[in-house]
């Protein structure tokens, strides 16, 4: 069966043909926002149709960054016409100075890189097993880990099994052991599930998916104390909150804590690139031995070039410190809308879940309704929303983005 590439309505840029032709030959695996994207600049994105967004999803934090950073673009185009991959059959002369550069930012011996946030879990989920079996002594086959009511850490089979979103997991059985899942921010709910067989804790800092939900304060030094006390590794999943996006490089130096094992992502390339990584000292990561984990693309020299200047970038603080000004300015905005329409909002640095009340409006309608305003945001369950604008916006842009909120949920309000 042949088809012509473009219609002529494509050729003419409609949105509808674009969707149109999206959802004729795409699984529906996503239900997204009636817009057809073709161009982005900082934290403005362009559709087909010429008209302007401001994007306060940023690809779920993976554009900290912005579209297309200068920085990032003139290193990515170098790179682009030196070498893009070697597979890690051979060295590469970017993946040393990136691994290097990694592991001072995150204070770490060792890192292992990946490319998509799930493989980085899945690797994290394989040390730990490991370092349970070759280090801590826990009985062969029997390695449990720690997680989370409301956790997301990606799709794989494996991963999933853990979900307690019954949309992700319905129909993958059978499911991989080994997890408990405790109620997220209890603290003596991991300890309770913690016994000779425990070989991590799992957890986001912050929990983006779920709303941006975030623990009580002394959650996680709490979390820290007792994985020491107990003789199990924390792993810090910071695919989302990480890398600027809270304020602070990691969301876990709001409480000063420094987990065992790091899991980035999403920003680690800036949304150039999928580039995922663990980070952890010797003790841990040293479990891994040749032949025993890999990626054919894992650790490519394009990938290591641009993870390599994002996290120059972090290494100056111009981002987190961003992150924290305008958050300030977006969290104040935000409370103004408590309790005119907005039951709650909870915000850490530039980074919000807004939960709107359920009988005024959905979290997709209010999403629609934004959309018509020229803001793009993603609900994610029941009517909560989650903003994350690029750190690269201005006070401008996050003014709007309150407004455009404001005006979507005063329509809503009166309809
Ligand atoms: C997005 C995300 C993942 C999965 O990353 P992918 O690149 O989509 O596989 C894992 N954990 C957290 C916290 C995430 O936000």
């Known amino acids: 069966m042949s088809e012509p590439l473009l219609t002529p309505a494509l050729e003419s840029g409609g949105t509808a043909a674009h969707i149109e032709l999206t959802e004729r030959r795409v699984a529906h695996n996503y239900h997204p926002l009636p817009v057809v994207l073709s161009a982005a600049e900082g934290a403005w994105v362009t559709d087909v149709e010429g008209r302007r967004y401001l994007d306060c999803l940023a690809s779920y934090s993976a554009l900290n960054f912005g579209h297309g950073h200068p920085r990032l673009l003139a290193v990515a185009h ?114 309770d599930a913690i016994d000779e067989t425990t070989v991590a804790v799992l957890l986001e800092p912050i929990q983006g998916e779920a709303g941006v939900i ?32 809270t304020g602070e490089t990691f969301a876990c130096d709001h409480e000063g804590v420094v987990p065992d094992v790091y899991i980035l992502g999403k920003a680690l390339a800036g949304g150039l690139y999928p580039l995922s990584a663990v980070a952890a000292d010797h003790g841990v990561l040293d479990v891994i031995t040749p032949g025993s984990h890999g990626s054919t693309f894992g650790g490519n020299p394009l990938a290591a070039r641009i993870g390599r200047e994002v996290v ?81 916006a201005t006070e401008d842009d996050v003014l709007l983005m309150v407004d455009a909120i404001r005006g979507a949920v005063a329509d809503a309000s009166s309809a």
């Open 78 to 191: 170098e790179q682009l016409d030196r070498l893009t991959l070697t597979s890690r059959a051979f060295y590469n002369d970017q993946l040393g100075p990136f691994a290097r550069d990694l592991a001072a930012l995150t204070g770490k011996d060792l890192v292992l890189p990946m490319n998509s946030g799930a493989e980085g879990v899945e690797t994290a989920i394989k040390v730990s097993r490991r370092w349970g079996y070759e280090v801590k002594g826990v009985p062969e086959d029997t390695a449990s880990m720690v997680v989370m009511e409301g956790n997301f850490h990606g799709r794989t089979t494996t991963i999933i099994s853990f979900s307690t979103d019954e949309v992700a997991r319905r129909h993958y059985a059978p499911y991989t052991p080994g997890f408990r899942v405790v109620r997220y921010g209890d603290a003596a709910a991991i300890e």
């Open 312 to 392: 120059a970038m972090l290494r100056t603080g111009e981002f987190q410190e961003r992150s924290t000004r305008l958050g300030a300015v977006m969290a104040q905005g935000l409370r103004s809308l408590v309790g005119q329409g907005v039951l709650a909002v909870r915000c850490r640095g530039l980074w919000a879940g807004v939960d709107v009340d359920p009988a005024l409006v959905t979290g997709r309608e209010l999403c629609e309704a934004l959309l018509r305003r020229g803001v793009l945001a993603k609900n994610t369950h029941g009517s909560t929303i989650r903003l994350a604008p690029p750190l690269v």
């Open 214 to 245: 975030i623990p009580p304060d002394g959650y996680l030094r709490e979390v820290r104390a007792l994985c020491d006390r107990r003789n199990v590794l924390m792993v810090a999943d910071e695919i989302q909150s990480g890398l600027a996006r």
